[in-house]
């Protein structure tokens, strides 16, 4: 049974990170550096749960809009996705491997699943429910992966503009790639916990647009793919 869960845990990372790698058309990314950064995204999983403990994170009661708001933007969202953002820019930023704007989106979605799988395989075994799996292959996995889609395309802008030499547009672009995924995340999670009805629309209607927005984007990303 523990070994089925764990192999459901890891199929979503596996299929979306298939699907995100074969879209890289102009230049495939070295294998070598691909697991390396899967396995720094694993370990910003790990920074993430040693924060949550160190500031008691787990034990935060959102009992009301206002706490709910904040756990889901600031102790949630804004943490995890620092944790990832840093670990891209320590580990992939500055590399020469990174010379096309779709780079960015690769690496980032990697990175992402690292986290996501290592997040999937705790909750798995800690509650050891079917349910649980499922609704994390669908929602929760993919979720992560198109926050990183987010991030690794304004990596790529702003890699860019670190070629050209222009640091005002590159930081313009690299605080973008931080805190679009942190609204889209603190959004997703704010309308998950909100435990009403309207929540859980805009919550289902949020998954379908980020869906689709996330798609479309990698097929722009990697169509319109150039050299930075």
Do not use: W
């Not at 930023?93 to 290592?118: H, I, M, P, W």
């Not at 005002?168 to 609204?183: A, M």
């Amino acid at each position: 049974m523990k070994l089925m869960l764990l192999y459901l845990a890891i199929l979503p990372s596996i299929l979306l990170g298939f699907y995100i790698y074969h879209k890289d058309k102009v230049e495939k990314e070295p294998t070598s550096l691909l697991t390396k950064t899967f396995i720094s995204g694993a370990l910003s999983g790990v920074m993430v749960i040693a924060i949550s403990y160190f500031y008691h994170i787990f034990q935060y009661q959102y009992d009301t809009p206002l706490k709910t708001l904040y756990y889901s933007f600031v102790l949630v969202a804004f943490i995890e996705e620092l944790a990832k953002f840093l670990m891209f820019y320590l580990v992939c930023y500055k590399r020469r491997e990174f010379n096309y704007q779709y780079d960015g989106v690769v690496y980032s979605c990697f990175l992402a699943l690292g986290f996501a799988t290592l997040e999937n395989i705790l909750y798995v075994f800690a509650l050891q429910d079917f349910f649980t799996v499922v609704y994390r292959g669908i929602l929760t996995v993919p979720a992560h992966v198109f926050f990183a889609i987010f991030m690794g395309y304004y990596f790529g802008i702003a890699r860019h503009y670190r070629r050209y030499h222009s640091p005002r547009k590159e930081r313009k672009f690299l605080l973008y790639s931080l805190f679009g995924p942190v609204l889209l995340h603190g959004f997703f999670d704010y309308a998950l916990l909100s435990k009403s009805n309207l929540g859980l629309i805009f919550f289902l209607i949020f998954i379908f647009v980020l869906y689709i927005t996330s798609f479309q984007k990698v097929r722009r990303a990697s169509r319109e793919d150039k050299h930075i």
